[in-house]
């Protein structure tokens, strides 16, 4: 039975109406609450955001500790999918809900993320209590189907890709461990089976969502997730895995990996528990994405049952769910970038104002006015390119090539935006006192990384 469709390429432009269900609307009616001077003058904003988050299902409280023993489940029935969108196309302005989730990450990441990014990044670690408050954004039960006590009901790619950016405006290295188990549970709600589904994914609406990750990339250069060097044997009680994977988020407590390796010349996803036999995970401290506590997974004679072949479908349907699963994470990568590369521009475009030269603001000066405003334009192609990619993937179409030029869009201007950003703070951008050199070192891991953040 196949799991996935390759969609006709097209990329023809269509309307996009915003929808209001009732939620929405409901939403749309609190957040009109929260902006009248009773509620303000009496600090109740919170209470009626909390309010919010309890209705629309949207929080759960705690990670999961490392170790854990997934009870196997057979399946019997049809697996649980997200449907398509219903929109014709991206629309500039997010719907209600969508404009709620993203307001409240973007608070999170200026209010928690950033101010720990610092330590983080020199500590190589994320704080066990920031990763806990995380939960709290429900980032990961939105992409759960509501059949399997999630919050979701149609596939929200361009809702991961907003967060994505709103956390990564804060520290793409933090974002990363945040948003690495929502990359899982869009895996297996895509592309799981039934079984699988049951497994692992009710795992991820309840109140302790393991720390997982899907790993796609390996040391080396010229990596190509097309051309795996961790292969798959086939044998009679399943399979066995061989290779090295790198850029593995949290690797040390990560209780759950999904597995790119090349099956009988062809790529595809297998699931792995971290307490099977011959899984070891070593430390690999990298340029960027430091607080992200990266490290490899080494494959040793590996044995995994049949069924941790995701979607437990034949070989040509696993390498097209592969390949969706590489596209949906270039884009989540792009979206990474754009978030920061934002976090750039806000950070550089009043520091030029503000410094003086000769006698005037730096920004004065032509050749630093011209470069703040090419970041602006690159900044806003970008968005374009990430929106729009995420809301063909959402809709059910062809979203291939919107991915490669996010991807390749991403890599160029956005490490161009980071180095831009170093150059016009002059002897500031090279110390640690300002965080953009922290941002340019992030951004250079764009052009390498595969998989992690799924859409």
């Known amino acids: 039975m196949s799991t996935s469709t390759d969609p006709r390429d097209t990329s023809a432009i269509g309307k996009n109406p915003i929808r209001r269900n009732p939620t929405g609307q409901l939403i749309r009616a609190l957040m009109a609450v929260v902006q009248t001077p009773f509620v303000q003058n009496r600090g109740l904003q919170d209470v009626v955001n909390r309010v919010a988050y309890e209705g629309t299902k949207h929080g759960f409280k705690a990670l999961g500790a490392a170790n854990r023993t997934f009870k196997a489940v057979s399946g019997t029935g049809k697996p649980q999918r997200l449907t398509s969108s219903t929109k014709s196309n991206y629309d500039l302005t997010p719907d209600d809900e969508q404009q709620m989730i993203v307001d409240t990450v973007r608070d999170f990441a200026a209010e928690i993320v950033r101010p720990a990014a610092a330590e983080a990044d020199a500590a190589t670690a994320a704080p066990a209590s920031l990763l806990e408050r995380a939960t709290e954004l429900g980032i990961t039960m939105i992409n759960v189907p509501e059949e399997l006590d999630g919050a979701g009901s149609d596939r929200g790619a361009v809702t ?7 956390l990564a405006h804060g520290d793409m290295g933090l974002a990363l461990p945040i948003l690495a188990p929502s990359g899982v549970a869009v895996t297996l709600a895509q592309f799981g089976s039934d079984g699988q589904q049951q497994t692992y994914l009710k795992e991820y609406a309840g109140e302790s969502v ?3 990750s899907v790993v796609i990339a390996e040391p080396g250069a010229l990596f190509n997730p097309f051309a795996l060097s961790t292969k798959a044997t086939r044998t009679a009680e399943g399979f066995v895995l061989n290779g090295v994977k790198s850029m593995v988020p949290q690797a040390g407590s990560a209780e759950l990996f999904v597995v790119g390796a090349e099956l ?3 790529p595809a996803l297998f699931i792995v528990e971290s307490g099977t036999d011959g899984v070891i995970v070593e430390g690999d401290p990298s340029m960027g994405l430091r607080a992200a506590s990266l490290g490899r997974l080494n494959l040793d004679d590996v044995k ?4 941790a072949l995701l979607g437990e479908v034949d070989l040509d349907t696993a390498a097209q ?11 989540g990568w792009s979206a990474l970038a754009l978030g920061t590369a934002r976090a750039v521009l806000d950070y550089v475009t009043p520091y030029v ?3 003086e030269a000769f006698g005037e603001p730096i920004a004065h000066r032509q050749a630093v006015a011209f470069a703040v405003a090419d970041m602006a334009t690159e900044v806003d192609g970008l968005e374009l390119l990430v929106w729009r990619g995420a809301s063909r993937a959402e809709q059910g179409l062809s979203f291939g090539r919107e991915a490669a030029l996010a991807r390749k869009f991403a890599t160029d201007k956005g490490m161009r935006i980071g180095l831009d950003g ?11 006192e300002h965080p953009v050199e922290r941002w340019y070192r992030d951004l250079r891991a764009v052009g390498i990384a595969e998989g992690v953040v799924v859409l």
Not at 160 to 166: D, E
Not at 304 to 307: E, F
Not at 422 to 432: C, D, I, M, R
């Open 422 to 432: 170093v150059q016009l703070l002059g002897g500031h951008g090279f110390t640690k």
């Open 264 to 266: 009988e010349g062809k």
């Open 160 to 166: 991961n890709a907003l967060v994505a950016a709103a």
């Open 321 to 331: 769910n592969y390949t969706d699963v590489v596209r949906l994470a270039r884009l």
């Open 353 to 355: 104002k503000e410094r």
């Open 210 to 212: 393991p720390q997982s």
């Open 304 to 307: 995994v049952p049949g069924t």
